[in-house]
């Protein structure tokens, strides 16, 4: 098991509780993690979290982008709910 | 051959009759239960309706309300914990329910499903409503939704803005969640 949270976390939310999801942001963002995006299926909706508390959204086919750990990264979000 | 599922409307869902002891919001045609909250959702929800109807006494024209069910389109009725309506949404003499989204929504969050938090906050941002506050009373931080893409945390050691609702409101994040 790692001692540290990854630097980028990604949680697909299904049936997650909505608090649940919070604390696991904040307990990654609080213990390293330079970013965290949360992808909801059901709306094609990605939320990138930031350490300072803010956060994202993307949506449809703007290109979804992380520059502080995948600089150079882009991809339209819209290709991550493809097959949904 | 798959089931078929057939949309509740507005219309239909508020022509229903109040079941006993279950609260109910309509979320994209379909029936949801809101659940009961436990104290700290009950306590947090009697902070922010104290902060905010003491501010808005100072502050008018907009106005608090609690419990309010919008019906944001045809297939959603919301009733968010607390709402500040701007004036003129509420006609003299109106009945029936609120057409559209409040121009703040504040969710306290407790026992609810991401994804369903997550559809709320974009039904009302897309339905008229300029802010939506989702309210974390275990983690203690509000994270302010608006029509942007980029939301914003505040934690218990900030103070708690939201210019583009209330313009000049500040209060310490920490008092709405006094007593929890």
């Known amino acids: ?84 | 051959m798959g089931a078929t599922t057939t949309l509740v409307t507005v219309p239909e869902f508020l022509a229903m009759p109040e079941p006993e002891g279950e609260r109910l919001e309509l979320i994209g045609g379909e029936i949801v239960s809101m659940g009961f909250g436990r104290i700290p959702h009950e306590v947090v929800k009697k902070n922010l309706n104290k902060i905010l109807v003491l501010w808005l006494a100072q502050n008018p024209p907009a106005e608090l309300f609690a419990e309010t069910m919008y019906g944001v389109n045809d297939h959603n009725a919301l009733m968010p914990d607390l709402s500040v309506l701007f004036p003129g949404r509420i006609g003299a003499g109106s009945t029936g329910w609120i057409q559209g989204a409040p121009e703040l929504a504040i969710e306290v969050v407790s026992s609810e499903p991401a994804a369903r938090l997550e559809k709320k906050v974009g039904l009302y941002l897309a339905h008229g409503g300029k802010s939506v506050w989702a309210v974390y009373p275990e983690q203690r931080v509000v994270r302010v939704y608006d029509r942007s893409r980029v939301s914003k945390m505040f934690g218990d050691s900030e103070p708690l803005t939201d210019p583009a609702v209330l313009p000049g409101f500040s209060v310490p994040t920490s008092a709405i969640f006094e007593g929890v």
């Open chain 1, 1 to 84: 098991m790692f001692q540290r949270p990854p630097e980028l976390a990604i949680e697909v939310v299904s049936s997650e509780k909505a608090a649940h999801l919070e604390t696991k942001i904040e307990l990654y963002l609080a213990h390293g993690a330079k970013s965290v995006w949360v992808a909801y299926p059901q709306r094609r909706v990605v939320r990138v979290f930031d350490p300072v508390g803010g956060a994202k959204r993307f949506e449809h086919d703007e290109p979804l982008v992380d520059p502080n750990v995948l600089p150079g990264f882009a991809v339209p979000t819209s290709a991550i709910f493809e097959g949904v």
